[in-house]
């Protein structure tokens, strides 16, 4: 079993491929566009998942669980949300199978029809919209504020291991609001948590911004983002929040009284993220050599390999590796000591390189003559020999900086391959090259549009923050009041 | 809005559903069969997961993740498994849907037909096997000891919340072993480990044993389980654990290479729980008065509600509150304190007595004064009037107590309810009265179905700890090594 990497020179799309699957994150099923996330994928997502829920629960949200399936019926009630969803969906039509007449093979029973076809559910805003016309009566029962883990299934022509899949995991927060301002303000807040996360712990650097009309979410007037930048120059979209007005609301009834018994409207939020960042966190940091995990979401920060022949060494060396795994649990450094007999320490230092642990600890014979160990950076892959003195201490200010040496790197990438367009040429030039393009735009479809068609370029965002003069749309040569950032994109 | 429970004495299957519903556990949605399960519910299946994932782990097994839908051909592979679940199951035939020619509604679009129908998972043995292929080679692959959170779906006819409905949650265990000796230790440790959950979080007393060949799961050669006494007299099947043989392997050709390098199938286990343990949950403890929570699955195990006339007095008792509040987190105890100010005392203690809060804090001016507060269990119902200093220290033990209390009713009310027959006539007068009644078998499939047939009641399970005499079948008079355990059930 060959683990080889293809260069990212080369092919950067199978560079991806090759890690998602060399580092056991996730591998094709036998259902189509379906993945298998595998432990080590998992783990990092449960790590993601934790970080998460903490703050979302932190701001006030409760986690509940929605059905699965929809019935067709709701997709209807709201215009524009069926026109986004019910293109690509799973239908369930039957509830049982039959052995066929000649006892061979299985299949549907026909007389086991629904009567109105159920949809897996691709986003909840339908079935939740009308759970919450149950839930909402005075404003005493606002706001809601909720959140559910889950997997939903958009039916997607071309996949790719977490950047699209079929079925996916992610969470969706759905809130529920007297007013417009408090919605707007959930709105933003969320987006806010979305960039804090991708900051703090995926270290990988976000544009917060809003989408254009054409790239909003299918119900929302206004759709928050934020945007990465991954290294072949394409942007990565690694969250959304959606600012709903009463889209929802009206088409399920949903009305509150207020503290005059008025009946009014209830305005909504939804928000999410998904199994998605997993792509994002594997392209933004990875090299050749495989993935580089930023410490706070690897399932194991430190690896120790010992250094021996045969069973009386290992023991020996085993006595040191306790202590030092031991100090280091004890600040809250998650610890893998691989002391397999099966597997060459040759074969170990690959292994984990590949699957990007921060930090690598050896250990032989030599060493504890010296009182030493050797320390390797996955980051840098810089390797030194260190007095096992104060190793606790060592690690974890080295896991600190290995955190933040990875977001340094990312934001210099990002900043390296940021760039300002005046004219439409130079535009299209830099476009070409990849990387986030900021261009000034007159905000009709119409420009939009056409860059798109020529160039294969979307308007990512407009950023939230505007630090930019006023000027004239590349197209059109209109008024603009602040460059949007375009990109080529996942 | 009334929030009256049905007395059990009155109607126990109505006052389970009361208790589900006014208690904000979960409500039937617009989609048949399937649950909403609300904040409050959805925050005990939470601490429910966390324990079980903590002991999951502890005995070594990752998580990972397996897609929701499985081709249909996949099901045929295992002939007693498709026979077990292809009877039941959501079939998804088409994967888009189109407006209708007239633009009145959304249609399936036909031409959108799946060459195979998939199966919306009712259970993984198939998709998980159909992997494993993939992943055992050596003898170093194995053991794979290999979780996964997810939803399943079994279409059932008649369902009740929690307890049998169409789509739930669950926890799936799948273990791949070199050898049957270890499959086997392994099908027990888990059924153990479920055991253990049972008895010290949930409070719930459990009889483990194995399963009648006529009640085995599909596809296993022995299936474990656990049995609980519910206050109607019925059993619930509270977690399975199967030992599958080589009954996977051999369907999807998953064999390792010993150690000389000789090929060989692998051996299985399977195990699960769901959100039927919350189902468990309430028919174990709660009262005519609502939810009774143990204190280790409560969301929160202490309420303290104010009772003040205006804000100058509430401002006083919180200055006190958050006191007690903070002393308490300190020790881990979970806290709500209850200030608002749109609800009366009175209303607020009738809330959280529905929803089972272990103990309610009250403290007035009155208690200022004096330096008290207000003790209320929610177990036993009593309240007393405590000294406030070192209230921290008093809370958490009686918060054990409670704990402990709930476990000894609940062994207490089982013990009651269990008796031995010594001849069918005795068996049939006690099956009718409810409860567990032990009874010697002569292992027939004959005399089992004939004792279903005659009273509705099933072998629950054959005790693992046998202390008991030899005997004879009360329906065959032959020989019967051991009583085996039956009652009616869930």
Chains 1, 2 share one sequence.
């Not at 911004?209 to 759709?223: P, V």
């Not at 130079?426 to 990849?434: D, S, T």
Request: glycine content about 6%.
């Amino acid at each position: 079993m060959s683990k080889k990497i293809t260069p990212r020179e080369k092919d950067y799309s199978i560079w991806y491929n090759d890690i998602v699957q060399h580092a056991d994150l996730a591998e094709n099923s036998g259902v189509r566009g379906c993945m298998v996330i595998k432990p080590y994928g998992y783990a990092i997502w449960e790590k993601m998942q934790a970080e998460l829920d903490k703050k979302f629960k932190e701001t006030g949200h409760l986690n509940a669980y929605f059905p699965l399936f929809i019935p067709k019926s709701y997709f209807s009630k709201e215009a524009s949300h069926v026109d986004g969803f019910a293109k690509e969906c799973a239908v369930v039509t039957h509830y049982r199978l039959k052995t066929s007449e000649d006892g061979k093979e299985i299949v549907v029973d026909e007389t086991a029809k629904l009567e109105e076809e159920l949809i897996v559910r691709p986003t909840s805003e339908t079935i939740i919209w009308d759970t919450y016309r149950k839930w909402v009566q005075s404003y005493r029962d606002l706001p809601l504020l909720i959140n559910q883990w889950a997997n939903v299934v958009r039916w997607e022509m071309r996949t790719r291991l977490f950047l699209r899949t079929t079925e996916f995991l992610w969470q969706e927060g759905h809130t529920a609001h007297a007013t417009k301002e408090e919605a707007i303000i959930e709105t933003e807040k969320m987006i806010n948590v979305y960039a804090d996360f991708s900051q703090d712990f995926m270290a990988m650097p976000v544009v917060i911004g809003l989408k254009s009309e054409n790239e909003r979410f299918a119900g929302a007037l206004e759709t928050y983002c934020i945007e990465a930048l991954m290294q072949d120059g394409k942007a990565l979209q690694a969250g959304t929040s959606h600012f709903l007005g009463q889209n929802f609301a009206k088409a399920f009834d949903v009305k509150y009284a207020n503290k005059e018994g008025k009946k009014e409207y209830v305005w909504a939020t939804s928000w999410g993220v998904s199994t998605r960042l997993m792509g994002a966190l594997v392209m933004t940091h990875s090299d050749d050599k495989g993935l580089v995990l930023p410490p706070k979401l690897a399932p194991y920060q430190v690896v120790i390999v010992p250094i021996y022949k045969g069973a009386e060494q290992l023991e020996e060396i085993t006595i040191s590796v306790l202590k030092v795994k031991s100090d280091l649990e004890k600040r809250g450094i998650s610890v893998k000591f691989d002391n397999r007999d099966t597997h060459k320490p040759g074969w170990k230092f690959a292994e984990y390189e590949l699957k990007g642990v921060p930090v690598r600890l050896a250990i032989g014979m030599r060493d504890l003559e010296n009182g030493t160990i050797e320390v390797a950076r996955r980051d840098t892959l810089e390797k030194e020999t260190l007095q096992i003195i104060d190793i606790d201490l060592k690690i974890d200010s080295l896991l600190i900086n290995i955190q933040e040496n990875l977001f340094n790197k990312a934001s210099n990438f990002r900043d390296a391959n940021t760039f300002k367009a005046s004219s439409y040429d130079e535009f299209k030039k830099l476009i070409k090259k990849g990387g986030f393009v900021y261009a000034h735009w007159d905000g009709t479809s119409e420009s939009e549009l056409k860059i798109k068609n020529d160039t294969k370029a979307t308007i990512r965002c407009i950023p939230q923050i505007n630090t930019d003069e006023e000027g004239t749309c590349i197209i059109s040569g209109k008024l603009s009041k602040q460059r949007v950032l375009f990109a080529k994109s996942y």
